[in-house]
């Protein structure tokens, strides 16, 4: 192979793990959008003018004990709160790294809320202090489809915040579990991110019911979180972090797929590709790099480069 193709090669290499993570990149709260601060790797809340947490990288949280489950990657917290209701709906994109779409289409997003106790609000709240209970929970329309795959084309996902919910400052936990390289333990790949909330009007008394940390809500052995059958067709799929709280009802918990829901999300086969993941393969022609296995039939092949020098 010349250097010249090596060059290109580990340049394309590191190009694309670096745009394969990503982040929250904004939330719309009853119609009002938030943009969240770029992933830096000094958070600081003075210069984060979001209502989202600013983290420190892109990459994934590993590893069910990981401090950083409860926010994402030295998330700090933002300087202010969006104001929402009982019921507001919070519409919510996710973005890849370097100005690229969501990079990953396998695992569910699970939803929790926290209240900001002991602070004024959320803009000072130790996150390592609260108390989680999950209000959403959702995997796919169909088996081998999961609706985290609609970040990849720009889309969003929504749902309803839980209309006895109390008044008070609380922490919104928007999480992707990406399951990609969840065949082994230790492979899923965490996204956390938290938006700070001002939720007024509430008349609810009902305290959330059960609740949960991070981290202690996940264990790396869970079947929701250690799945070795993912790609099985008949997969039923186990959320991990316990049941959907009291407080949001069958309705409320039932995150909403985008308009054109029986789009196809999959590589046209039924079967997942990833975009973090490169497999070479040398043929008498040259060398072939493809976004999954050369045992699949390749959906495309992303470059053809001569062996010889």
């Known amino acids: 192979m010349s250097a010249r193709a090596f060059i290109f090669i580990s340049t394309l290499v590191v190009a694309q793990r670096a745009a394969a993570h990503g982040y929250l990149g904004s939330v ?24 989202i947490r600013q983290v420190a990288d892109i990459s994934p949280v590993q590893g069910a004990s990981n401090d950083d489950l409860r926010c994402g990657l030295s998330a700090a917290a933002a300087s202010q709160e969006a104001d929402a209701k009982p019921g507001s709906t919070v519409e919510y994109w996710w973005s890849g790294g370097g100005g690229q779409n969501w990079p990953h289409n396998t695992g569910p997003v699970i939803t929790y809320m926290a209240e900001c106790t002991g602070t004024p609000d959320c803009t000072t709240f130790d996150a390592s202090k609260a108390s989680w209970f999950k209000i959403d929970q959702i995997s796919g329309p169909s088996s081998g489809t999961w609706y985290q795959a609609v970040f990849m084309k720009k889309q969003s996902l929504k749902l309803t915040l ?14 992707i579990i990406a399951l990609h390289n969840a065949v082994s333990k230790g492979g899923a790949e965490f996204y956390p991110s938290c938006v700070q909330l001002n939720v007024q009007g509430g008349s609810g008394s009902t305290t ?23 790609y099985n067709d008949d997969l039923q799929y186990v959320f991990p972090g316990g049941p959907v709280s009291n407080l949001a009802s069958s309705s409320d918990s039932s995150g909403s797929p985008p308009a054109d829901e029986n789009a196809s999300t999959s590589s046209g086969d039924g079967k997942p590709w990833f975009i973090d993941r490169l497999t070479f393969s040398f043929a008498s022609s040259g060398l072939i790099v493809y976004p999954f296995s050369p045992s699949d039939q390749p959906f495309l092949r992303l470059l053809h480069l001569p062996l010889h020098p």
């Open 208 to 230: 959330p019911s059960p609740t949960v940390q991070f981290p202690g809500a996940y264990s790396d052995s869970d079947p929701g979180i250690f799945v070795p059958e993912i």
């Open 28 to 51: 719309a709260i009853d119609g009002t959008t938030y943009t969240g601060p770029t992933p830096s790797a000094n958070p600081d809340a003075a210069k984060s003018t979001s209502v």
């Open 162 to 175: 839980p209309t006895n919910l109390p008044s008070g400052h609380y922490l919104f936990r928007n999480e």
